[in-house]
Nanobody, 122 residues
Framework: QVQLVESGGGLVQPGGSLRLSCAAS????????MGWYRQAPGKQRELVAR???????NYGDSVKGRFTISRDNAKNTVYLQMNSLKPEDTAVYYC????????????????WGQGTQVTVSS
């Protein structure tokens, strides 16, 4: 079975740093685009960062210059380094794995973790 398990969340002061990890199992990890998304209470889920199997990256506008996504294929793990944290970063952070399986018909493999809470507060 496929499983994505996030860890590393917690309470941090504004301006501090935190590193999230997502360990994947049940997939050929190197073939998947991995991503981090977050959702705060009363808000829509939003993209934080993504990294492709070719290590290209993209980031949500609100985190550019502060967060860095990386992956270690040997460990089947994707990371999110979060620096200069702000109270607005408070949310549940979710790990995502995505792969194009077929184009005829169009089909994707898409998996989600359970999430980890990040709280930025004094």
């Amino acid at each position: 079975q496929v499983q994505l398990v996030e860890s590393g969340g917690g309470l941090v002061q504004p301006g501090g740093s935190l590193r999230l990890s997502c360990a994947a199992s049940g997939i050929i990890f190197s073939l998947y685009t991995m991503g981090w998304y977050r959702q705060a209470p009363g808000k829509q889920r939003e993209l934080v960062a993504r990294i492709t199997s070719g290590v290209n990256t993209n980031y949500g506008d609100s985190v550019k210059g502060r967060f860095t996504i990386s992956r270690d294929n040997a460990k089947n793990t994707v990371y999110l380094q979060m620096n200069s944290l702000k109270p607005e970063d408070t949310a549940v952070y979710y790990c995502n794995a995505d792969r194009l399986v077929s184009t005829t018909p169009m089909r994707r493999a898409d998996y989600w973790g359970q999430g980890t809470q990040v709280t930025v507060s004094s």
